[in-house]
């Protein structure tokens, strides 16, 4: 009887023994998958991280790209105007001056006529000074003139383009109006140039300028 009781508590020990050492290895092994299921899930992460790295570089790449191309197509949509607005294409308004040149009221006895009136080269000179200083668009008596535009005199009269105008000679130009007015009246400039040739020079301030583009004055 005591042999037989020693068995069965020794086979009650075991058993049990080994019952805790399988519960604590099957626990094991579902900790090590937890955790080799979390590492690679972080790793993944980590992949997914990059990939969202890497394409927002290209987003930002492209939106820099987006804003450099609308940039350069309003510049050129900017430059077209410009263009068109240098070669006379469409009508303009603004800020600007206006430039009177008058045959000189005095002419001394026994000299040329001709050396005391307003010539086309004067004009010339004036327009010249204008385009360099920045006018964006020139008229003479309303009518609008380009770099190309055909000028010529015939005694008190001027033609331009084939139109012919009679003195005064008015010229509009649609710019800075002080910088353009800097530009005219700089010392041994333009003014000072009329001046000595005998032209009688006026320059105002105007706070608009109509021009129409020249289809229409042709028309």
């Known amino acids: 009887m005591l042999v037989l009781g020693f068995l069965l508590s020794f086979s009650y020990q075991f058993t049990k023994e080994n019952k805790d050492r399988g519960e604590?290895?099957?626990?094991?092994?579902?900790?090590?998958?937890l955790r080799d299921r979390l590492i690679t899930e972080e790793k993944q992460n980590k992949a997914l991280e990059k990939e969202l790295y890497k394409k927002q570089q290209e987003v930002q790449k492209?939106?820099?790209?987006?804003?450099?191309?609308?940039?350069?197509?309003?510049?050129?949509?900017?430059d077209v105007e410009?263009?068109?607005m240098f070669v006379g294409e469409i009508g303009v308004q603004g800020k600007g001056i206006e430039v009177a040149l008058k045959d000189s009221s005095y002419?001394?006895?026994?000299?040329?006529?001709?050396?005391y009136i307003v010539h086309e080269s004067h004009i010339f000179r004036l327009l010249n000074e204008l385009w360099i200083s920045g006018a964006a668009a020139v008229s003479i008596n309303g009518?609008?003139?380009?770099?190309?535009?055909?000028?010529?005199?015939?005694?008190?009269?001027?033609?331009?383009?084939?139109t012919q105008h009679?003195?005064?000679?008015?010229v509009s130009a649609i710019g800075e109006a002080d910088?353009?007015?800097?530009?005219?009246?700089i010392e041994g400039g333009i003014v000072d140039q009329?001046?000595?040739?005998?032209?009688s020079v006026s320059i105002e301030k105007k706070d608009k300028i109509e021009m129409e583009p020249l289809l229409k004055q042709g028309e």
């Open 194 to 199: 009329l001046t000595r040739d005998h032209v």
């Open 107 to 115: 002419v001394p006895e026994g000299e040329n006529v001709n050396n």
């Open 179 to 185: 910088v353009l007015l800097s530009a005219l009246n």
């Open 62 to 78: 492209t939106e820099a790209s987006l804003k450099n191309e609308k940039k350069e197509y309003y510049n050129i949509v900017e």
């Open 166 to 170: 009679p003195a005064p000679f008015v």
């Open 143 to 162: 009518q609008r003139v380009t770099h190309h535009s055909y000028i010529s005199c015939n005694g008190p009269v001027i033609t331009v383009d084939g």
């Open 82 to 84: 410009r263009y068109r």
């Open 24 to 33: 604590a290895a099957e626990d094991w092994k579902t900790e090590y998958s």
